[in-house]
């Protein structure tokens, strides 16, 4: 334990912590005044729920923040795939379009794309 914590073990009542760093066994033993531990990524992979759960302590984390942004991400990456943006883009800087025809890439327009099935995945 860092001499941090050791000083102000007795007057910690909030840890604050990420898919990084959270709230382990031993720092919850540690501080005996802990009263919630928050992760203010979506996971609480880094907390230990069964001891805070043991010692009452309150959790919480930020779910549903970033749904969006991944559902809008998993669209601009359905789109790159299947018109081979990167693809397009290495043809196009390497100077091919001048001797060689590109290959036809798929259509997009048509297909239905359901969010809900990439919010399944990402979960």
Same mark, same amino acid.
């Given at each position: 334990? &860092?001499?941090?914590? !050791?000083?102000?073990? !007795? !007057?910690?009542? *909030? #840890?604050?912590?990420?898919?990084? *760093?959270? *709230? ?20 609480? @992979?880094? #907390? =230990? ?10 959790? &919480?984390?930020?779910? =549903?923040?970033? +749904?969006? =942004?991944?559902? @809008? ?6 789109? *790159? ?19 060689? =025809?590109?290959?036809? +890439? ?7 794309? !359901? #969010? ?5 995945? #990402? @979960?």
């Amino acid at each position: 334990m &860092t001499h941090f914590l !050791n000083t102000h073990k !007795n !007057n910690i009542r *909030a #840890v604050v912590g990420n898919a990084a *760093a959270g *709230a382990e066994a031993e720092l919850i033993e540690a501080l005996p005044k802990l009263e919630i531990a928050v992760s203010f990524s979506v996971g609480l @992979d880094k #907390v =230990d729920l069964g001891k805070c759960k043991e010692k009452g302590i309150r959790v &919480t984390n930020t779910p =549903d923040v970033l +749904t969006d =942004d991944v559902a @809008d991400l998993a669209i601009g990456l359905t789109l *790159a795939v299947l018109r081979r943006f990167c693809e397009s883009d290495r043809y196009l800087r390497s100077g091919k379009w001048k001797r060689v =025809d590109y290959k036809l +890439t798929t259509k997009v327009s048509g297909i239905f794309i !359901n #969010v809900s099935l990439v919010f399944a995945f #990402v @979960d």
